[in-house]
């Protein structure tokens, strides 16, 4: 079911009118697995019981590392190893598999008979999902929170059909407290909420589907065939295609959950206005890069000052004057390789890894000039760095994304402009529109009319998003998250 379809907007209004109706809190928890199934189910109905497996073993796992001092670390083993085992194989065995003939091609053997593996389709969300349930388990075994004994309740926090499938990634912490907590309804929560679906809606259908447009003419053009600005020009109008989208989502999620009565926390905040690297990954995904963050890169830095990584890092820091590099390189190896089972994903990880290692280095320089002129010049910097990586997220295979690379660092290729001039035109008026409205929030929640906001959002959601949706709602492209 496509969040930018009648069909989604037909479920919500049903769920919603149907969920205060019958307001008694014990209903909630089962209203809301149910119909979250019911959601899932639209999709696919033959992977609901993967999801249910995924639920019901991460929730005797939960309780397996709670009430086992002496063994709960071999549990948590247990159960992440099944989670990563389950992921890898609908999300990674076909990548291996190409990359192990495709190596073997190099010495004269040929494999593609010994693997058969192309039947596998890989389910929609289970990298969200899976990441939530691992979170879980390894808060437990943290003892950062408690086991939840009511099943439904966990089941639901899994299962919540508004970030199931694209995210935000939520903690146990974040959202079970508050599926107790629903008591009755609340009109301000529900338009407010309401306001967040619409815009969402309007971000998709308006800006990212129509930019989706110009990106696939931009990169069906043989890498060959582009000029140095062609390139400049496609990172640029992919990183705009790719935040309009998945903000989006993010806000219809956000707002979905808030017409029934549940906080998410904000996934987005104008990240293209950031002036490092690192506060860009603070802006960007938030959910993603914190789970990352606390669940993969603060353990593995702690590992590599304990043990066997210590010795590697003492090389590496010859170069980078830095030991957390090696955590820092395998994180964002893995965080690209999350995102999809391609060596382009890959290269983008590295790239970002190899961003902020830069940025770690030359922050340490004392510029002995102003505040606002040293966050200019950091925006400066670290917006085309940023937007350049997108290059490889989105090219069609490695051998293209490289070509584009090569491109940019040819002084020679800054003479043509090979792709169709409307899209110039085009990525030059996103660009300008995209910081000024950006600059604009940033005043505006500073400055003395902040209190006339709501009368600005109100005006900005119903009188320009509502003729938007009428005009635009069609599902004709999914959000680009889905695939992840």
């Given at each position: 079911?496509?969040?930018?379809?009648?069909?989604?907007?037909?479920?919500?209004?049903?769920?919603?009118?149907?969920?205060?109706?019958?307001?008694?809190?014990?209903?909630?928890?089962?209203?809301?697995?149910?119909?979250?199934?019911?959601?899932y189910g639209f999709w696919r109905i033959d992977f609901l019981p993967l999801l249910l497996f995924s639920v019901i073993f991460n929730y005797i796992a939960g309780f397996l590392i709670s009430e086992s001092k002496e063994r709960k670390f071999i549990y948590l083993?247990?159960?992440?190893?099944?989670?990563?085992?389950?992921?890898?194989?609908?999300?990674?065995?076909?990548?291996?598999?190409?990359?192990?003939?495709?190596?073997?091609?190099?010495?004269?053997?040929?494999?593609?008979?010994?693997?058969?593996?192309?039947?596998?389709?890989?389910?929609?969300?289970?990298?969200?999902?899976?990441?939530?349930?691992?979170?879980?388990?390894?808060?437990?075994?943290?003892?950062?929170?408690?086991?939840?004994?009511?099943?439904?309740?966990?089941?639901?926090?899994?299962?919540?059909?508004?970030?199931?499938?694209?995210?935000?990634?939520?903690?146990?912490?974040?959202?079970?407290?508050?599926?107790?907590?629903?008591?009755?309804?609340?009109?301000?929560?529900?338009?407010?909420?309401?306001?967040?679906?619409?815009?969402?809606?309007?971000?998709?259908?308006?800006?990212?589907?129509?930019?989706?447009?110009?990106?696939?003419?931009?990169?069906?053009?043989?890498?060959?065939?582009?000029?140095?600005?062609?390139?400049?020009?496609?990172?640029?109008?992919?990183?705009?295609?790719?935040?309009?989208?998945?903000?989006?989502?993010?806000?219809?999620?956000?707002?979905?959950?808030?017409?029934?009565?549940?906080?998410?926390?904000?996934?987005?905040?104008?990240?293209?206005?950031?002036?490092?690297?690192?506060?860009?990954?603070?802006?960007?995904?938030?959910?993603?890069?914190?789970?990352?963050?606390?669940?993969?890169?603060?353990?593995?830095?702690?590992?590599?000052?304990?043990?066997?990584?210590?010795?590697?890092?003492?090389?590496?820091?010859?170069?980078?004057?830095?030991?957390?590099?090696?955590?820092?390189?395998?994180?964002?190896?893995?965080?690209?390789?999350?995102?999809?089972?391609?060596?382009?994903?890959?290269?983008?990880?590295?790239?970002?890894?190899?961003?902020?290692?830069?940025?770690?280095?030359?922050?340490?320089?004392?510029?002995?000039?102003?505040?606002?002129?040293?966050?200019?010049?950091?925006?400066?910097?670290?917006?085309?760095?940023?937007?350049?990586?997108?290059?490889?997220?989105?090219?069609?295979?490695?051998?293209?994304?490289?070509?584009?690379?090569?491109?940019?660092?040819?002084?020679?290729?800054?003479?043509?402009?090979?792709?169709?001039?409307?899209?110039?035109?085009?990525?030059?008026?996103?660009?300008?529109?995209?910081?000024?409205?950006?600059?604009?929030?940033?005043?505006?929640?500073?400055?003395?009319?902040?209190?006339?906001?709501?009368?600005?959002?109100?005006?900005?959601v119903y009188g320009v998003s509502i003729p938007i949706l009428i005009i635009f709602l069609r599902p004709v492209n999914q959000f680009i998250y889905f695939q992840f």
């Open positions: 079911m496509l969040f930018n379809s009648l069909t989604f907007i037909t479920f919500l209004s049903i769920f919603v009118v149907i969920f205060w109706l019958l307001n008694y809190p014990k209903f909630h928890k089962y209203f809301i697995f149910f119909s979250s199934l019911i959601f083993s247990f159960a992440v190893f099944i989670n990563l085992l389950i992921l890898f194989y609908f999300k990674y065995l076909i990548f291996f598999t190409d990359s192990i003939i495709g190596i073997s091609l190099l010495f004269g053997i040929d494999l593609k008979n010994n693997f058969n593996f192309y039947y596998i389709i890989l389910p929609l969300g289970i990298s969200f999902y899976t990441f939530q349930a691992i979170s879980y388990i390894v808060d437990i075994y943290r003892q950062n929170i408690k086991v939840e004994k009511d099943f439904l309740f966990y089941a639901s926090y899994i299962t919540f059909f508004p970030q199931l499938v694209a995210g935000p990634i939520l903690r146990a912490s974040q959202v079970i407290p508050q599926l107790k907590t629903i008591k009755k309804i609340n009109l301000i929560e529900i338009f407010e909420g309401f306001k967040r679906v619409l815009l969402g809606l309007c971000l998709k259908v308006f800006f990212a589907d129509n930019i989706a447009i110009f990106v696939n003419d931009g990169f069906s053009t043989p890498a060959v065939d582009l000029s140095a600005i062609d390139v400049w020009t496609l990172a640029f109008l992919f990183g705009f295609q790719i935040y309009f989208d998945f903000s989006a989502y993010s806000h219809i999620a956000i707002g979905t959950a808030r017409m029934l009565g549940i906080t998410f926390p904000e996934n987005f905040n104008y990240p293209y206005l950031s002036s490092s690297p690192k506060e860009f990954w603070k802006r960007w995904h938030i959910s993603l890069s914190s789970w990352i963050r606390d669940y993969l890169y603060l353990p593995l830095t702690n590992y590599s000052k304990k043990y066997s990584l210590d010795n590697f890092s003492d090389g590496i820091s010859k170069i980078t004057s830095e030991k957390r590099f090696v955590p820092l390189i395998i994180t964002w190896s893995l965080m690209g390789l999350w995102h999809g089972s391609n060596w382009t994903f890959l290269l983008w990880g590295v790239l970002h890894a190899l961003i902020i290692q830069l940025y770690r280095i030359f922050s340490k320089i004392n510029l002995k000039i102003n505040d606002n002129v040293k966050r200019i010049i950091g925006w400066l910097i670290t917006l085309p760095l940023i937007m350049i990586t997108w290059i490889s997220f989105r090219a069609n295979n490695i051998g293209d994304a490289f070509t584009m690379y090569l491109k940019i660092l040819n002084p020679y290729a800054y003479f043509e402009m090979n792709l169709r001039e409307n899209i110039y035109l085009v990525t030059t008026i996103i660009f300008l529109i995209t910081l000024s409205y950006g600059l604009f929030v940033k005043f505006f929640n500073k400055s003395k009319f902040k209190k006339n906001n709501k009368f600005f959002t109100n005006l900005i």
